[in-house]
């Protein structure tokens, strides 16, 4: 129908391994060649080199980002009856954990600029069962930190930053994972930095945590079959490791095209003169844009036009976590998190990846002017 039609990928991870495909075959096929499938050598070289990468005293490699999370609440000793406090408007594996372990996720709302949480609504909230506040650093840019922090210590309170959309992204001069108690984040596939699986890590400047967390990754073993705490099987395979490695040397590179293709975005879109709002970075801070997320308010036209002219689109996401059925024991209803509720009515996510080139990237806000009326 359309002679112009493209097939832009969302996320372009086979354009990235094009790139980098003989250091990653070899570094795959050296560690069949070790047969050190699980803590081989490449675990630990990952392991400094994060801890390189962001300044943090202790990174641990782990086999997903909602195991990190698991394991942050599990060293924190996180149980039944206790509360932690984070936001409805995000992935659903940071509350998973928390309910997993029986503690409630309390909810707080974000700021309708950057889909953070709204550090004003935390004291409110703060008792005696409060046990950690969690921020999540949405589509690669950190909440308020500091702020979030200084409320924390001033009630005892550990903070545990989500960081599973925003490894690499800098706040007031310091890495994402490492501006607070336990940073966590992930290595999923389609993640700022991603394996060629399932995969995470956690952060810490805390000698003691990050003692428990080496155990607890590994059945709480201290020694061989000597079993001090409950742990889970949350080691990250040496294969994924080695794949880490080859991709880190790259990443700042990834980082500033990234950017680039966020600004860009921004750029453009605004051109338009459309009622679309783009994403607010703060001055203090940067984003990784895991996602390129946008406003609209008549999103499923736009996705269908979109989606005619091989533009693909996601939301993240439709439903807020106090909506979720699963968590209908907590008691929440709609219009408890209006912000929330809003933004997940009106956000849609464009193609993103340090591999999108102009001519797409302008194809692309080509169409989405074309699917907006007015
Ligand atoms: C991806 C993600 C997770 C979970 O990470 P996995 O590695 O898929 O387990 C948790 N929180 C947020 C905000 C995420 O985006």
């Not at 079959?225 to 990250?236: A, D, K, P, S």
């Not at 008691?331 to 912000?339: Q, T």
Request: proline share 3%; net charge negative; hydrophobic share 35%.
């Amino acid at each position: 129908m359309n002679s112009d039609r493209k097939n832009i990928e969302f996320i372009d991870l086979k354009a990235q391994y094009g790139k980098y495909k003989d250091e990653i075959d070899s570094a795959i096929l050296s560690v069949c060649s070790s047969a050190q499938f699980i803590l081989g050598k490449e675990v630990t070289v990952l392991e400094e080199n994060l801890s390189n990468f962001t300044n943090s005293k202790h990174s641990i490699s782990l086999s997903s980002g909602t195991d990190a999370l698991l394991l942050a609440l599990m060293a924190l000793d996180i149980k039944a009856g206790d509360e932690v406090i984070t936001t409805p408007f995000t992935f659903y594996a940071s509350s998973e954990v928390i309910a997993f372990l029986g503690a409630k996720p309390v909810f707080i709302d974000i700021f309708e600029d950057t889909y953070n949480m709204n550090y004003n609504l935390i004291e409110s909230k703060i008792n005696s069962k409060t046990k950690a506040i969690m921020p999540i650093s949405l589509y690669g840019q950190t909440a308020d930190m500091n702020i979030i922090n200084e409320i924390a210590a001033k009630h005892n309170i550990p903070v545990i930053e989500d960081a599973c959309q925003s490894f690499g992204a800098v706040y007031d001069g310091r890495k994402s994972c490492n501006l607070s108690t336990i940073g966590t984040t992930s290595f999923f596939p389609s993640k700022p930095l991603g394996c060629y699986g399932d995969g995470g890590a956690l952060f810490t400047n805390d000698d003691k945590i990050a003692t428990k967390i080496l155990a607890m990754r590994n059945h709480g073993q201290t020694e061989r079959y000597i079993h001090e705490y409950l742990g889970i099987n949350g080691r990250l395979d040496t294969i994924q490791a080695a794949v880490l490695n080859v991709k880190l040397k790259y990443f700042d590179d990834e980082l500033k095209t990234r950017e680039k293709v966020g600004s860009r975005y921004t750029k453009l879109i605004n051109a338009l003169g459309k009622d679309i709002i783009t994403p607010t970075i703060k001055d203090d801070r940067n984003s990784v844009y895991a996602q390129y997320s946008i406003r609209i308010k008549d999103r499923e036209n736009v996705i269908a036009t979109l989606t005619e002219h091989g533009v693909p689109t996601a939301i993240h996401y439709p439903k807020p976590l106090h909506e979720q059925k699963v968590f209908d024991y907590l008691g929440y209803k709609r219009g408890d998190f209006p912000v929330s509720e809003q933004v997940a009515n009106e956000i849609i996510s464009l193609p993103m990846s340090p591999f999108l080139s102009e001519a797409d990237q302008d194809y692309i806000v080509e169409k989405l002017n074309l699917a907006i009326k007015g």
